[in-house]
């Protein structure tokens, strides 16, 4: 007997059609491709407009005296030439300047540093009587503004003999950041846990011992991001360069800069040259502790 079987129908699944998406939403959607597309082109825009000085600079200072006369200084270069910096290096007193502003600035950036950390560590970690009164004295020297103060600091600096002396440039930029600097880390140190103290203590460290060993390692964080931002500030202060110093041969790199332009007021090639000069340290200490310094001041913000 011969069985057969009907071919069974096949039921296909039903395919939901696709739904469009609701018109609020695609607004949304085309609001902020609207918004992203905004902010790349202004932030290109904000950033080729602060790039362009500087490449102007750049590329002024390899061209040749005739070619920027010539052609002016905002067309494009028609020569190459290096004798630009030789020139401002060795006739223009760069080797000078940039020996005489290290002098300033890595002894001013080790002593700022060393007393701010003492006096946050004093602050922060005993109960010292009107402790918060005294760091808000000291930070609001830095409230007042420079120009109220050139003329009785520069009395004050020719009274004690020092006018006129890098060791006055050290002197004063030391006072003016020790405020600020010591306001940083009296934070920081502040986040160290009383418990570390508590347990060098118990095991005989004194007070000199535990800034040492235990609170400065815990803020060096803290430390490299003040570090390489005072090393800059000091580094390309100008103000107070003019103010307390006279003789040519003292001049700091910022202000030898400046008498350039009575020297080789129509070499604009020798100029820019001295300013890439001037520029070179800065950027040279900012790559060095960009880590530190980005990390510092993220983990304030946190704190």
Do not use: C
């Not at 808000?136 to 103060?149: D, E, S, T, W």
């Not at 000199?208 to 000091?234: C, D, E």
């Amino acid at each position: 007997m011969t069985v057969s079987f009907a071919p069974s129908s096949r039921i296909e699944p039903a395919v939901a059609a696709p739904v469009a998406a609701p018109e609020p939403m695609r607004r949304r959607s085309r609001r902020k491709a609207a918004r992203t597309v905004g902010f790349h082109t202004a932030s290109i825009l904000i950033s080729l407009a602060w790039f362009a000085p500087i490449l102007l600079v750049v590329v002024t200072s390899f061209r040749t005296f005739d070619d920027v006369s010539t052609n002016g200084i905002a067309s494009l270069p028609h020569s190459f030439s290096i004798d630009t910096y030789v020139q401002a290096w060795n006739q223009g007193g760069m080797f000078q300047a940039t020996v005489n502003s290290l002098i300033v600035t890595i002894p001013t950036v080790i002593l700022t540093l060393l007393l701010a950390s003492a006096v946050a560590f004093g602050l922060s970690r005993f109960r010292i009587p009107f402790r918060r009164t005294i760091l808000l004295i000291m930070l609001a020297g830095n409230l007042l503004p420079v120009q109220m103060l050139l003329i009785p600091v520069t009395r004050i600096t020719q009274q004690i003999g020092i006018y006129d002396t890098l060791g006055a440039l050290i002197v004063v930029q030391t006072a003016f950041g020790l405020g600020f600097y010591t306001f940083v880390l009296y934070g920081f140190m502040r986040t160290v846990p009383g418990e570390l103290q508590e347990a060098a203590t118990l095991d005989g460290a004194g007070p000199l011992r535990i800034f040492v060993q235990v609170i400065l390692p815990l803020t060096r964080p803290a430390l490299a991001a003040l570090g390489a931002l005072s090393f800059t500030w000091i580094f390309n202060d100008l103000l107070w360069s003019i103010t307390l110093l006279q003789t040519s041969s003292r001049l700091p790199i910022t202000a030898a800069v400046l008498s350039l332009q009575g020297q080789y007021v129509s070499s604009w090639s020798v100029i820019a040259a001295a300013t890439v000069i001037a520029a070179i340290p800065s950027t040279i200490v900012f790559l060095l502790f960009q880590r530190s310094f980005v990390g510092g001041l993220s983990l304030g913000a946190m704190k």
